[in-house]
């Protein structure tokens, strides 16, 4: 009867403690989660992976895809550079996925760097990249993609292709199937 009694009170103490940790635990989650902690009430924080720009051209690199800048630099603050300083993981992941997928070579033209337009999906905020054009990557996009008007294709992901008059604008919501 003893035993039974102290082992009750050992599990009783145990679902106490643990109770107790669970709650603070919940506290501190909500406090680190993005979904639950938001800016407003009604409104939610996606946290997206930033990489350094030697940590987006490694990455580049070990895929076979190039870059290049009319200036032949990498500062975020020229237009005339390609930077992928704070550029999103995802997208990178996606230049890798497509890539792969196509088989085509694929040259970077335009990151992260100041001088394209603003917005929330935009160059500055890690969502874009521009590729130069080339028989392979036209192909591949228009052959692949669905063709949403304006010359612009929607990826199977939902990544959105902008053929501009001179590059591909590329807008990577996710990695595109990585």
């Not at 690199?61 to 300083?85: K, L, Y």
């Amino acid at each position: 009867m003893r035993h039974i009694l102290t082992r009750s009170l050992i599990v009783s103490a145990a679902a106490l403690l643990f109770s107790a940790g669970m709650a603070q635990a919940s506290v501190a989650d909500k406090e680190s989660d993005p979904v639950a902690n938001s800016a407003e009430p009604g409104t939610v924080v996606i946290q997206v992976t930033k990489l350094t720009h030697a940590q987006a051209t490694t990455r580049l690199r070990n895929a076979g895809i190039t870059w290049s800048s009319s200036g032949n630099c990498s500062d975020r603050n020229n237009p005339t550079c390609t930077s992928f300083e704070q550029v999103n993981l995802a997208t990178i992941q996606g230049a890798e996925t497509l890539k792969q997928a196509s088989g085509c070579a694929l040259n970077v033209t335009g990151g992260t760097e100041t001088g394209h337009a603003s917005g929330t999906y935009s160059h500055w905020n890690g969502y874009k990249l521009d590729y130069s054009l080339g028989t392979c990557v036209n192909n591949y996009v228009r052959n692949n993609f669905t063709y949403i008007g304006g010359n612009q294709w929607r990826s199977g992901s939902g990544n959105i292709y902008f053929l501009e008059s001179n590059h591909w604008d590329v807008t990577y919501y996710n990695c595109g199937g990585c």
